[in-house]
């Protein structure tokens, strides 16, 4: 049963770049058919798609986040790793890893990690 | 962007009544249109893809219907387990969005 899961800090201080690895277990993530996405929810709100990888490495980002955000693979560790550049408050969210099964013309997102908590704050 | 909107935002319902949870998309989506239940500190599930689509180990009471730009979420004979926030999401066009959410409470 494939199984996701978030790690890295809690806590970010404003203007600092938020880091994350989502780690992949029970499948491997160079499946064809599947992308590796992360979603946030702030507290209290709802669901925010971030952006998506391939494992080849192919990308696509929320235009509303895209100037700061970088999602990466790692094949050889399945993981798949989010960078969010000069956080603010607003940034503070549960941040989900998600796989993103696609099969034309459509994706969703199955199953999810189990999310991790980020607040930013000095 | 294409912006879902959910109606309603938040319903009371006694065991065993049937819900209906609507979606309506700002433009034509086709069918590409899934629904999520998350229950409280919890990550969200998949209930229903591509629209009407069942998903496996999934309670058979929900069900979805629809396209273009509308659809809906069934739960025939809500179960108390079923208290839970329940979303849209679509993945027709880049960005993928989601609805705000409907918080269904067991009364």
């Known amino acids: 049963q494939l199984q996701l899961q978030e790690s890295g800090p809690g806590l970010v201080k404003p203007s600092e770049t938020l880091s994350l690895t989502c780690t992949v277990s029970g499948g491997s993530i160079s499946s064809s058919s599947y992308y590796w996405g992360w979603i946030r929810q702030p507290p209290g709100k709802g669901l925010e798609w971030i952006g998506s990888?391939?494992?080849?490495?192919?990308?696509y980002y929320n235009p509303s986040l895209k100037s700061r955000v970088t999602i990466s693979v790692d094949t050889s560790k399945n993981q798949f790793s989010l960078k969010l550049s000069s956080v603010t408050a607003a940034d503070t969210a549960v941040y989900y890893c998600?796989?993103?099964?696609?099969?034309?013309?459509?994706?969703?997102?199955?199953?999810w990690g189990q999310g991790t908590l980020v607040t930013v704050s000095s | 962007e294409i912006v879902l909107t959910q109606s309603p935002d938040f319903q009371s319902v006694t065991p065993k009544e049937k819900v209906t949870i609507t979606c309506r998309a700002s433009q034509s989506i086709g069918s590409s249109l899934h629904w999520y239940q998350q229950k409280p500190d919890q990550s969200p599930k998949l209930l229903i893809k591509?629209?009407?689509q069942s998903i496996s180990g999934v309670p058979s009471r929900f069900s979805g219907s629809g396209s273009g730009t509308d659809f809906t979420l069934t739960i025939n004979s809500l179960e108390a387990e079923d208290a839970a926030t329940y979303y849209c999401?679509?993945?027709?066009?880049?960005?993928?969005?989601f609805g705000q959410g409907t918080k269904v409470e067991i009364k």
């Open positions: 999401h679509q993945s027709s066009s880049l960005p993928w969005t």
């Open positions: 591509y629209a009407s």
């Open positions: 998600a796989r993103e099964r696609q099969q034309l013309p459509t994706n969703w997102f199955d199953p």
């Open positions: 990888i391939y494992y080849s490495g192919s990308t």
